[in-house]
């Protein structure tokens, strides 16, 4: 790993705030990044382990849990936002459609958004949430990277075929990154690689 990239993510990483409305949400000018992707996909895992921590991000094992954006500043040069799974189908209608308002209202309208960081469990591969989410964020011209979680519970088989349906899913898609990343918050696999592409992002 580069030493710009062990510096970002060895410095600390705090709580800055969390919006559960569009008017809530802080103006900040910091480079953000932000983690979208289905319910109990593991973002909150992944956040945790990326920046080190155990309990940076709130982890749940009911889906759904998180039901605002979370803002961290990290290494003070960056800020992540986690934000609250789509698609929980046990979630009122009404509140699944003010969840999805307020993700899908960030992500069209946050000028300092440099990346999405779109996670899709490579158990299930990419559904028809993940499909929304890919078009909305093409039509919004916000770049995205695919990252697929939960790496350590699949065989080398069945993730070469999760990578390929993968694949094919993003074709046509204007604003995907052209690299799909592969990761497991309990094993570290991909981390650093994710930790690269995001340290990269607070230059230039």
């Known amino acids: ?74 290494g003070g040069r960056l800020t992540l936002a986690d934000l609250p799974g789509y698609g929980f189908a046990r979630t009122s209608k009404a509140l699944a459609r003010e969840w999805q308002h307020l993700i899908f209202s960030y992500l069209r309208g946050r000028q300092n958004l440099r990346r999405v960081i779109l996670l899709i469990d490579a158990r299930r591969g990419p559904m028809d949430f993940d499909k929304q989410a890919m078009d909305i964020l093409d039509e919004a011209a916000v770049s995205y990277l695919v990252t697929l979680t939960k790496a350590d519970k699949l065989e080398a088989g069945e993730m070469h075929e999760v990578r390929a349906q993968t694949e094919s899913a993003l074709k046509g898609h204007t604003a995907s990154y052209p690299d799909i990343l592969t990761t497991s918050a309990s094993t570290g696999a991909g981390l650093e690689a994710l930790r690269e592409h995001i340290a990269a992002l607070t230059t230039g």
């Open 1 to 74: 790993m580069s030493d710009a990239a062990e510096k970002l993510f060895a410095g600390p990483c705090e709580f800055v705030a969390g919006a559960a409305t569009l008017e809530a949400i802080p103006a900040l000018k910091r480079p953000e990044v932000a983690f979208v992707g289905r319910s109990n996909v593991g973002k909150s895992s992944l956040v945790n382990a990326l920046c080190r921590r155990r309990n940076l991000a709130r982890v749940s094992q009911n889906p759904g849990a998180t039901k605002q954006i979370n803002f961290f500043e990290l």
